[in-house]
C-alpha cells in the first residue's frame, strides 16, 4: 500500500510535468496548427537557462524560475515569427521539417554552450515531508502545487481576459477572427510566447530533481503529442487531464510492470488508438 | 542517330555515372572512400524515403525504425549461418511485412497525424532494440557480422567484398538497382496515382484510386528498401547497436531529401553527398557543425523548399529561355511552357 501511495504521488508530480508541457503544446499546434516538434527543446532550453542563472549570476530559485519563463517566452515568439510564420499556407509537410531543423538546431546549440553531461540545480527545498505515511521533498510537493497554481492561472487568462478569448476566437475560426479585427500574428506571437514560458517553468521546477541534459526532451515532446491526440486537439481541459493520467500511468506501469518499457506502452497505445480513431480519441473529424 | 539522341539527352547523369564508377580508382585516400561510402548507404536510405514523403506525400519518420529492423534481421541471420545474399532480401522483407502491418494502423491517419504515430513506431523499435537484451544484445548491439559471402565467378575466381573498393562498388550496385526501381515505379501508371495522392487525396479517391492501397503499397515498398539498405549498412559496419534505428537518423535523412529535392530522383543523392562531404568538412567545427545543420534546414525549407535540384532546373530553364528567346518566339514560348509544367508538378 505504502509502495502504491509513494507511486501515485510520484506519478501525479510526473503528471505535472506533463500536463504543463502537453498544455503549452495543445495551443500552439490545436490552435495554431503548427507541429512544434521543437517543444520539447524549448523546454529543454528553459532547465539550462535556470541553472545558468542559478549557477553563474547567484539568482536565487524563484527568481530564476520567473526569469527563465519571461527569456523563453521571447524564444518563442522569435521561433514563431521566424521558423514557422514564413511557412504558413504551404504543404503541411513544410512547417515539418522547419520544427525538426529547429530541434536540431537548439539541441546542438546548446551541447556546443553547455556540455553534453548532465548537470543538476542545487536543491532549494532539500528537507522531507512525511504526508500520509508516503515521504517526500518539500521539492516535488512544490513541484504539484505549482502546476496546479500555473494551469488555473492560464485558464483564467484565456476565459476572463480579452487577449485570452482573442486565442480562443482564432482557435474557433482564423478568418472569422481576422474579420473581426483580431491581429493574427499578434495572438501566434503570444500563445508561442505563453506556450514555450510554460514549458520553460515545467522545465526549472523538475531541475532539481531529475539531472538536465541536452536530449531531455526528446521524449518529453513525444510524450506530449501522445497526450494532446488522445485528449483532443486545442481542447485544454483534455492536455491537462491525459497529462495527469499519462504521468500515473508511466509511474505505476514502471512500478508495477516494467521500468524498461514503460514508454513502449504510452507510445504503443497511441498508434493503435490512431488506427481505430484516426483523428484522436476527442478529435474532431477533419480533412 | 539514335544513340546521339541518347548522349545528347542524357549526357550529364553518364559523366556522373562515369564519375563514380571510377571514383576509387582516381581517388586513392581511404578516408574519402570511406566518407563515400557512408554517404552513398545515406543516399539509399533517402531515396527510399523520398518516395513515401516526396513522390506519395506521406511523412513517414519510422524510416529509422525500419532500417534498424532491416540490419538488425541481417545481423541475426547471417551470424546464424545464413548467406548474405539470401539475408539480404530477407532483411528486406522482414522490414516490408512489418511495414505492412504498421501501415495498415498508421496510413489510416493523415498529416501530422501519420507522422507522429509513425514516429512513435520509429521510438518503440528504438526502445525494443534497446531492452530486449536476449535478442538484440542491448545497447552493446550485435558484433561481429560477417562480410558478404563471395560470388564465384567462372575462370577468375571470386568477388570477395573485404576489399573497400570492392564494397564501395557494392555500394553502388544497390544505389544503381534502387534507383532504377524508384525510377520504373514512379513513372509507372502506378506512380502517378502516388503522385495524384499527394497532390490531392480526396481528387484522387474521387478519380477512382483506392488511395489506402496506394499508400500502403508506396509504404511497403519503401520499407522493403530502406530494410535492405539497413541490411547492407549493417554488413559494411561488421555490427549494429540500438543507434541504427534511432529517429535522428530519419531526421538525416530528410534533411537530405528537402536539401536536395523533393520528389526528384537526383535530389536525395546530391542531398546525402553534398551534406556527408559538408559535414566532414566541417569536423574541425565539432558541435558547432550539427547546429549549422539544423540551421540550414530551417532556411532550405523556408527560402528553397524545392532544393538544389530544384534551383538548378530552374536556373537551366532560365538560360534556355534566354537563349530561345533570342533565337526565336517559338523556341522560347516551348521553354515557357515547359517551365510552367513544371511549376504545377
Given at each position: 500500500?505504502?509502495?502504491?501511495?509513494?507511486?501515485?504521488?510520484?506519478?501525479?508530480?510526473?503528471?505535472?510535468?506533463?500536463?504543463?508541457?502537453?498544455?503549452?503544446?495543445?495551443?500552439?499546434?490545436?490552435?495554431?496548427?503548427?507541429?512544434?516538434?521543437?517543444?520539447?527543446?524549448?523546454?529543454?532550453?528553459?532547465?539550462?537557462?535556470?541553472?545558468?542563472?542559478?549557477?553563474?549570476?547567484?539568482?536565487?530559485?524563484?527568481?530564476?524560475?520567473?526569469?527563465?519563463?519571461?527569456?523563453?517566452?521571447?524564444?518563442?515568439?522569435?521561433?514563431?515569427?521566424?521558423?514557422?510564420?514564413?511557412?504558413?499556407?504551404?504543404?503541411?509537410?513544410?512547417?515539418?521539417?522547419?520544427?525538426?531543423?529547429?530541434?536540431?538546431?537548439?539541441?546542438n546549440?546548446?551541447?556546443?554552450?553547455?556540455?553534453?553531461?548532465?548537470?543538476?540545480?542545487?536543491?532549494?527545498?532539500?528537507?522531507?515531508?512525511?504526508?500520509?505515511?508516503?515521504?517526500?521533498?518539500?521539492?516535488?510537493?512544490?513541484?504539484?502545487?505549482?502546476?496546479?497554481?500555473?494551469?488555473?492561472?492560464?485558464?483564467?487568462?484565456?476565459?476572463?481576459?480579452?487577449?485570452?478569448?482573442?486565442?480562443?476566437?482564432?482557435?474557433?475560426?482564423?478568418?472569422?477572427?481576422?474579420?473581426?479585427?483580431?491581429?493574427?500574428?499578434?495572438?501566434?506571437?503570444?500563445?508561442?510566447?505563453?506556450?514555450?514560458?510554460?514549458?520553460?517553468?515545467?522545465?526549472?521546477?523538475?531541475?532539481?530533481?531529475?539531472?538536465?541534459?541536452?536530449?531531455?526532451?526528446?521524449?518529453?515532446?513525444?510524450?506530449?503529442?501522445?497526450?494532446?491526440?488522445?485528449?483532443?486537439?486545442?481542447?485544454?481541459?483534455?492536455?491537462?487531464?491525459?497529462?495527469?493520467?499519462?504521468?500515473?500511468?508511466?509511474?505505476?506501469?514502471?512500478?508495477?510492470?516494467?521500468?524498461?518499457?514503460?514508454?513502449?506502452?504510452?507510445?504503443?497505445?497511441?498508434?493503435?488508438?490512431?488506427?481505430?480513431?484516426?483523428?484522436?480519441?476527442?478529435?474532431?473529424?477533419?480533412? | 542517330?539514335?544513340?546521339?539522341?541518347?548522349?545528347?539527352?542524357?549526357?550529364?547523369?553518364?559523366?556522373?555515372?562515369?564519375?563514380?564508377?571510377?571514383f576509387?580508382?582516381?581517388i586513392?585516400s581511404r578516408y574519402y572512400i570511406q566518407i563515400m561510402i557512408t554517404a552513398l548507404?545515406w543516399a539509399?536510405?533517402?531515396?527510399?524515403?523520398?518516395?513515401?514523403?516526396?513522390?506519395?506525400?506521406?511523412?513517414?519518420?519510422?524510416?529509422?525504425?525500419?532500417?534498424?529492423?532491416?540490419?538488425?534481421?541481417?545481423?541475426?541471420?547471417?551470424?546464424?549461418?545464413?548467406?548474405?545474399?539470401?539475408?539480404?532480401?530477407?532483411?528486406?522483407?522482414?522490414?516490408?511485412?512489418?511495414?505492412?502491418?504498421?501501415?495498415?494502423?498508421?496510413?489510416?491517419?493523415?498529416?501530422?497525424?501519420?507522422?507522429?504515430?509513425?514516429?512513435?513506431?520509429?521510438?518503440?523499435?528504438?526502445?525494443?532494440?534497446?531492452?530486449?537484451?536476449?535478442?538484440?544484445?542491448?545497447?552493446?548491439?550485435?558484433?561481429?557480422?560477417?562480410?558478404?559471402?563471395?560470388?564465384?565467378?567462372?575462370?577468375?575466381?571470386?568477388?570477395?567484398?573485404?576489399?573497400?573498393?570492392?564494397?564501395?562498388?557494392?555500394?553502388?550496385?544497390?544505389?544503381?538497382?534502387?534507383?532504377?526501381?524508384?525510377?520504373?515505379?514512379?513513372?509507372?501508371?502506378?506512380?502517378?496515382?502516388?503522385?495524384?495522392?499527394?497532390?490531392?487525396?480526396?481528387?484522387?479517391?474521387?478519380?477512382?484510386?483506392?488511395?489506402?492501397?496506394?499508400?500502403?503499397?508506396?509504404?511497403?515498398?519503401?520499407?522493403?528498401?530502406?530494410?535492405?539498405?539497413?541490411?547492407?549498412?549493417?554488413?559494411?559496419?561488421?555490427?549494429?547497436?540500438?543507434?541504427?534505428?534511432?529517429?535522428?537518423?530519419?531526421?538525416f535523412?530528410?534533411a537530405y531529401?528537402?536539401i536536395g529535392?523533393?520528389?526528384?530522383?537526383?535530389?536525395?543523392?546530391v542531398g546525402a553527398v553534398l551534406v556527408t562531404f559538408l559535414m566532414e568538412y566541417m569536423y574541425s567545427l565539432g558541435e558547432y557543425r550539427l547546429a549549422i545543420f539544423g540551421l540550414i534546414l530551417?532556411?532550405a525549407?523556408?527560402?528553397?523548399?524545392?532544393?538544389l535540384?530544384?534551383?538548378?532546373?530552374?536556373?537551366?530553364?532560365?538560360?534556355?529561355?534566354?537563349?530561345?528567346?533570342?533565337?526565336?518566339?517559338?523556341?522560347?514560348?516551348?521553354?515557357?511552357?515547359?517551365?510552367?509544367?513544371?511549376?504545377?508538378?
Amino acid at each position: 500500500m505504502e509502495l502504491f501511495l509513494q507511486q501515485v504521488f510520484n506519478g501525479i508530480m510526473l503528471g505535472s510535468t506533463y500536463a504543463m508541457v502537453a498544455l503549452g503544446l495543445t495551443l500552439v499546434f490545436g490552435i495554431l496548427h503548427v507541429p512544434n516538434f521543437a517543444h520539447g527543446n524549448l523546454y529543454m532550453l528553459g532547465a539550462y537557462v535556470t541553472f545558468f542563472l542559478i549557477s553563474l549570476y547567484q539568482f536565487g530559485f524563484w527568481a530564476a524560475v520567473i526569469s527563465s519563463m519571461v527569456i523563453l517566452g521571447v524564444v518563442g515568439m522569435l521561433v514563431e515569427r521566424f521558423v514557422y510564420r514564413p511557412l504558413i499556407g504551404q504543404p503541411h509537410i513544410n512547417m515539418f521539417i522547419s520544427a525538426i531543423g529547429l530541434l536540431i538546431l537548439l539541441e546542438n546549440s546548446v551541447a556546443v554552450v553547455w556540455g553534453t553531461s548532465a548537470k543538476r540545480i542545487p536543491h532549494p527545498y532539500p528537507d522531507t515531508v512525511h504526508l500520509l505515511g508516503i515521504t517526500t521533498t518539500q521539492q516535488r510537493l512544490i513541484v504539484i502545487v505549482a502546476a496546479v497554481i500555473m494551469i488555473i492561472l492560464l485558464q483564467l487568462f484565456i476565459k476572463k481576459t480579452i487577449h485570452g478569448t482573442t486565442i480562443e476566437a482564432v482557435a474557433q475560426d482564423r478568418e472569422g477572427a481576422q474579420l473581426v479585427g483580431i491581429n493574427v500574428n499578434w495572438v501566434s506571437s503570444m500563445t508561442f510566447a505563453i506556450s514555450s514560458a510554460f514549458a520553460a517553468a515545467a522545465a526549472s521546477l523538475m531541475a532539481p530533481i531529475f539531472m538536465i541534459t541536452p536530449t531531455m526532451g526528446a521524449l518529453l515532446v513525444m510524450k506530449a503529442f501522445v497526450i494532446i491526440i488522445l485528449g483532443g486537439l486545442g481542447s485544454m481541459q483534455g492536455a491537462i487531464l491525459g497529462g495527469y493520467i499519462l504521468g500515473l500511468v508511466e509511474s505505476l506501469g514502471g512500478g508495477f510492470i516494467s521500468a524498461a518499457y514503460k514508454d513502449v506502452f504510452a507510445f504503443g497505445a497511441l498508434v493503435l488508438i490512431l488506427a481505430i480513431k484516426p483523428t484522436g480519441l476527442f478529435g474532431k473529424e477533419s480533412n | 542517330m539514335k544513340y546521339n539522341k541518347f548522349l545528347k539527352q542524357n549526357w550529364l547523369y553518364l559523366l556522373l555515372l562515369i564519375a563514380a564508377l571510377s571514383f576509387p580508382l582516381v581517388i586513392s585516400s581511404r578516408y574519402y572512400i570511406q566518407i563515400m561510402i557512408t554517404a552513398l548507404t545515406w543516399a539509399m536510405a533517402a531515396l527510399s524515403l523520398n518516395l513515401i514523403l516526396g513522390y506519395t506525400g506521406q511523412a513517414s519518420l519510422a524510416h529509422a525504425g525500419f532500417f534498424g529492423l532491416g540490419a538488425y534481421s541481417l545481423a541475426l541471420t547471417t551470424k546464424a549461418g545464413l548467406s548474405f545474399w539470401l539475408a539480404l532480401p530477407l532483411a528486406g522483407a522482414f522490414a516490408a511485412f512489418i511495414g505492412l502491418f504498421i501501415g495498415l494502423l498508421t496510413l489510416r491517419t493523415r498529416g501530422h497525424y501519420f507522422a507522429i504515430s509513425t514516429l512513435c513506431f520509429g521510438v518503440i523499435v528504438f526502445i525494443v532494440a534497446g531492452s530486449w537484451i536476449e535478442i538484440t544484445k542491448g545497447a552493446t548491439g550485435i558484433l561481429g557480422i560477417p562480410k558478404p559471402t563471395p560470388i564465384p565467378i567462372p575462370f577468375i575466381g571470386e568477388l570477395s567484398f573485404t576489399s573497400q573498393t570492392n564494397q564501395y562498388y557494392l555500394v553502388i550496385f544497390f544505389l544503381l538497382l534502387f534507383l532504377f526501381i524508384i525510377y520504373r515505379l514512379v513513372n509507372s501508371l502506378q506512380g502517378l496515382s502516388f503522385m495524384a495522392v499527394r497532390n490531392n487525396e480526396v481528387l484522387a479517391e474521387a478519380v477512382g484510386i483506392n488511395t489506402f492501397t496506394t499508400k500502403l503499397l508506396s509504404f511497403v515498398v519503401t520499407n522493403f528498401l530502406v530494410g535492405m539498405t539497413g541490411g547492407i549498412y549493417a554488413v559494411l559496419m561488421g555490427g549494429v547497436s540500438p543507434t541504427v534505428a534511432g529517429s535522428n537518423l530519419t531526421f538525416f535523412w530528410l534533411a537530405y531529401v528537402i536539401i536536395g529535392g523533393v520528389a526528384t530522383m537526383a535530389g536525395p543523392i546530391v542531398g546525402a553527398v553534398l551534406v556527408t562531404f559538408l559535414m566532414e568538412y566541417m569536423y574541425s567545427l565539432g558541435e558547432y557543425r550539427l547546429a549549422i545543420f539544423g540551421l540550414i534546414l530551417i532556411m532550405a525549407i523556408i527560402f528553397f523548399p524545392r532544393g538544389l535540384v530544384g534551383v538548378f532546373t530552374r536556373l537551366y530553364q532560365k538560360i534556355k529561355d534566354y537563349f530561345g528567346g533570342i533565337r526565336g518566339g517559338g523556341a522560347g514560348q516551348n521553354a515557357a511552357k515547359s517551365r510552367k509544367a513544371n511549376e504545377t508538378l
